[in-house]
């Protein structure tokens, strides 16, 4: 409880720019996100490097009490889902590779810039991972409101980059 007189505390922000005479990049710093089947801890994370470096956006989702669940050397993507619907069919991002850690597994993928802004667009976010070798669903992920605030940030941010620097002939 604050005293009469005292500043309110500012929420934190995810989003984080940093702008240099020879680079530019925007960060999505980890937000918590809702899931099902529920696990201990799942968060999303993204980098975006800027038009500099020709890349898309390098996604990380953080998940703990996974049991190992990704790290058994099967193949598996990640599909988004806005308002429900499935963003496009052939949309789905495989998983380059998984960090093993203690009763945790960091999943690693990339995006495109133009699908940073779709899924910015979105009123209800979400995503599902599941395996292709057997066509298995994994789990839900949903961006509560306050996750899908962030990540429309840092959409804005992107675009704003892309605007003021130009991209690698």
């Known amino acids: 409880m604050l005293a009469s007189g005292q500043p309110k505390r ?12 020879i680079s530019s990049t925007s960060e999505l710093l980890p937000i918590p996100l809702d899931e099902t089947p529920p696990l201990a801890n799942a968060k999303f ?14 996604v990380l989702l953080f998940l703990t009490g996974t049991k ?3 790290s058994t ?7 988004f889902y806005i308002d429900d619907v499935q963003m496009n069919m052939g949309s789905a991002r495989l998983i380059s590779s998984v ?25 209800k976010l979400k995503m599902k991972t599941f395996n ?6 994994s789990n839900t992920f949903v961006f509560p409101s306050s996750a899908l605030l962030e990540f ?5 941010s992107v675009a704003l980059i ?8």
């Open 10 to 21: 500012r929420p934190k922000s995810y989003v984080e720019i940093v702008i240099t005479d």
């Open 45 to 58: 994370g993204a980098k975006y490097f800027g038009p500099r470096e020709k890349s898309d956006i390098s």
């Open 68 to 70: 190992g669940r990704y």
């Open 73 to 79: 050397g099967e193949t598996f993507a990640v599909v």
């Open 99 to 123: 960090d093993k850690k203690t009763n945790a597994e960091v999943l690693h993928f990339q995006i495109t810039t133009a699908e940073v802004a779709r899924l910015a667009a979105a009123r």
């Open 132 to 137: 292709v070798d057997n066509d298995t669903k």
């Open 152 to 156: 429309k940030k840092f959409a804005k």
């Open 162 to 169: 892309q605007s003021m620097i130009p991209a690698v002939e």
